[in-house]
């Protein structure tokens, strides 16, 4: 395949960006989206020129770091993570456009790279359970209902890529946060800190400066791991409990 790219080029953070087209031939349809971009590099490092940063690590849908804008589309047009995303989904001849993540709260690092500590920060503010510590307990010793362990595990393969930030067209991170209120509501291990994590956790993102959510269902479009918009309403229903106890909980 040959390809015409468009790359967002930002050399740091308070740097006047651009796009630069490059072309780049003996593309395989066989490639990662990842792998192409390592060809590209190959060819620049070769001519002596600056490669293109961009952000991976799994590799393999796992780890949530590889956050490209391709053709207008957060990850593209799979739904899947840019790693797993192939070069068979586009076309010889294509023109692609390549971007990073554009959002406040989600500043550039480097060309394609950001910085997506604010999720971090989200998680900071309430995304874990309190619990002793010492040896591991049988597997069955906290029985959990079958329902609840379903929506409990679907909500915990949020990766933390923040696509639903980028899709967004608020920059809300609600369906990040929902995902992980909803991961731990299900469970008896997450109910002591329930209701004070829904609301330290929309707390911190209203903080960080992402938007609020007006149901546009964007990122749910978008999300890799097909993170529900159920999830946004359970957090709802959760931070309507937690506004109306009154006992600090
Ligand atoms: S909800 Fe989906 S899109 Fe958002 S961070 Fe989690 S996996 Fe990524
Ligand atoms: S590089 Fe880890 S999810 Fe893509």
């Known amino acids: 395949m ?11 953070t308070n740097a006047q ?12 349809e066989d490639m990662s ?12 490092t070769l001519r002596n020129e600056e490669p293109v940063a961009f952000d991976h690590d799994c590799r393999e849908g796992i780890c949530g770091m590889c956050s490209l804008v391709i053709n207008g589309v957060a990850h593209g047009p799979q739904q899947t993570t840019t790693c797993q995303l ?20 989600f500043p550039v690092i480097k ?50 890529c923040g696509a639903c930030v980028a899709a967004c067209p608020n920059s809300s991170s609600m369906l990040f946060t929902a995902a992980k209120i909803t991961h731990l509501a299900m469970l008896p291990q997450g109910q002591p800190e329930r209701y ?38 359970q957090l709802n229903r959760d931070m309507m409990k937690a506004m109306f106890r009154g006992d600090g909980k």
């Open 86 to 105: 192939h070069m068979r989904s586009f076309s010889d001849g294509a023109t692609i456009d390549i971007e990073p993540w554009q959002a406040g709260p």
């Open 196 to 233: 004070r994590r829904v609301k330290s956790m929309v707390a911190a993102q209203d903080e960080l400066g992402f938007g609020n959510c007006t149901n546009i269902g964007e990122c749910a479009a978008v999300c890799p791991k097909g993170i529900p918009l159920e999830s946004i309403s």
């Open 17 to 28: 960006g651009r796009m630069v087209e490059y072309e780049l031939d003996g593309v395989s």
């Open 2 to 12: 040959k390809l015409k790219l468009r790359i967002w080029r930002q050399a740091s």
């Open 33 to 44: 989206f990842l792998e192409m971009l390592d060809l590209l590099n190959e060819e620049l």
């Open 111 to 160: 060309d394609l790279v950001v910085d997506r500590t604010a999720l971090d920060k989200i998680i900071q503010a309430g995304g874990y359970i309190s619990s002793n510590t010492g040896s591991a307990p049988d597997a069955h010793a906290t029985p959990a209902p079958k329902r609840e362990a379903d929506i409990a595990f679907d909500n915990a393969t949020c990766i933390g």
